[in-house]
Each structure stands twice: as structure tokens, then as C-alpha cells.
């Protein structure tokens, strides 16, 4: 187990949702600057790693599960852990509590290095590693299997300038928003999602056209966000009623 890192935030009118819910793909980014906050604590910052790796962090997985989202105004406490790696991969959790103290969100992640030029997967190196205080470990912690959708439904959008992160790729919040867009709306004003499985494939390059597909079996909804052909995200949500 590594070192763990935890901060309050408050839930902006900004992000919120017409539910008053926090909007998801902002929780995560939220919860993605938490764990860049403990990393300038230790000293790895992104900045320091590019400078002397020439290397970036890439989020490749998510397993999200939650009991509600919070809610607007609301002051929520968010931990983050670095809990272990192997050769290629860093994996990291996030738990967000109520403000009565309740973990209402669960979100593991795994990262990998890459390398900003080639964008090629880079082995971990243990002098960035090591001031988390995370276990090496030599298993591999695969996700559920994604199955390709025979007959989807598709929606076509376009990756402008402010889809685009500090590393130049899409921001991954924004695979996010593009599957939840193809869902009705009263839909999401009903339900909320219960468990997330969301894998990135490859990523989409600015200007370029990107299809979100969707098949929808009852509160199963499976996704997949495709570019010239390839794809590049997919996703299954298990969904509640509000």
C-alpha cells in the first residue's frame, strides 16, 4: 500500500448538472488534480518528470463505483492512493466521502508512462515511483472483457481546441461527456450511473471526427468512441433510477 494524499472540495453551480449533481467528468478531472497535488508534494510533479524523463502520465482505465454523486454546494473530502505498479503499470485509487463522512464514490485507475514524442507506452522508472511508497507487484490487473457492438447507434462530433489537455491529447473527461450525449435526457434526469467500466484505446488527435456509439440493453448501456475507423474508447454503465 502507498502513501495516501486527501483534500476537501466544494461542488461548484458550475459543474453541476440539472439534477444537481456533480457533473462525472468533472469529479474526475477534480480527483485527477488530487493526485497531481500529492505528486508536487513528493516532489514528481508533471512538469519535473517531462523535464528530466521527457515522459507524461496516461490514464489507460477506470473502475468506477458509486452510492450517489455529490451534489451541488456540497463539501466533499477526496483520498487518493498510489496503491501499486509493475513494469508497465501504476495503479491508483480514489475515495470520495460525504460530508457526514460517507464513501459515496470508488474510482481505480491505472496510469502508464509514455514517452510525449513517440506517444509509446515507457517501462516505470523507479526513481519516479519510489517516493510513493507503492508496492511492486509482478500481476497485472486486467479489466472486464469489451465486446465490439454489432448494432449500434452512432453520433458524430468533432475535436476542437478546448477538447484538448496540457499534454495535447483530448482530455479524457471528454470521452465521458461524448458517451453520455448520445443517452436521452430523460434518461439521465432518472438514473444515475451505479458501476462504470471505461478502457482508452488510443487517442483522438485534434480536427479530427469521432463517432459515439451506443447499445442500450434496459440499465445497461455500452459504449464505444471511434476515429478513421479505430477505436479509440469504450465503456459499459450499469445505470440506477434516481
Not at 444515475?192 to 485534434?206: A, G, N, Q, W
Request: charged fraction near 25%; aromatic fraction near 12%; proline fraction near 3%.
Amino acid at each position: 500500500m502507498g502513501k495516501k494524499y486527501k483534500t476537501t472540495y466544494q461542488i461548484p453551480f458550475y459543474e453541476s448538472d440539472i439534477n444537481q449533481n456533480v457533473k462525472l467528468p468533472h469529479i474526475l478531472s477534480v480527483a485527477l488534480q488530487v493526485s497531481g497535488m500529492q505528486s508536487l508534494e513528493l516532489g514528481m510533479s508533471d512538469e519535473k518528470i517531462f523535464k528530466d524523463y521527457h515522459l507524461v502520465w496516461v490514464i489507460t482505465d477506470y473502475e468506477i463505483e458509486m452510492e450517489r454523486l455529490p451534489r451541488y454546494a456540497e463539501t466533499v473530502t477526496i483520498e487518493t492512493e498510489a496503491l501499486s505498479y509493475n513494469r508497465y503499470f501504476c495503479y491508483r485509487s480514489f475515495a470520495i466521502y460525504s460530508q457526514e463522512g460517507q464513501k459515496i464514490m470508488t474510482i481505480l485507475s491505472t496510469f502508464v508512462l509514455s514517452d510525449y514524442d513517440s506517444r509509446k507506452v515507457h517501462e516505470v522508472v523507479e526513481a519516479i515511483i519510489r517516493p510513493y511508497a507503492s508496492e511492486k507487484i509482478k500481476k497485472i490487473n486486467r479489466g472486464p472483457k469489451y465486446h465490439k457492438l454489432a448494432d449500434p447507434q452512432e453520433t458524430l462530433y468533432h475535436v476542437r481546441y478546448f477538447d484538448l489537455d496540457l499534454n495535447g491529447h483530448v482530455n479524457n473527461s471528454r470521452y465521458i461527456e461524448w458517451m453520455y450525449d448520445v443517452l436521452e435526457l430523460d434518461f439521465l434526469k432518472t438514473h444515475i450511473p451505479r458501476k462504470i467500466s471505461l478502457k482508452y484505446v488510443k487517442e483522438v488527435h485534434h480536427g479530427k471526427d469521432v463517432l459515439s456509439r451506443l447499445e442500450q440493453s434496459g440499465l445497461i448501456t455500452r459504449h464505444e468512441i471511434v476515429s478513421q475507423g479505430q477505436l479509440n474508447a469504450q465503456a459499459s454503465i450499469e445505470w440506477r433510477r434516481l
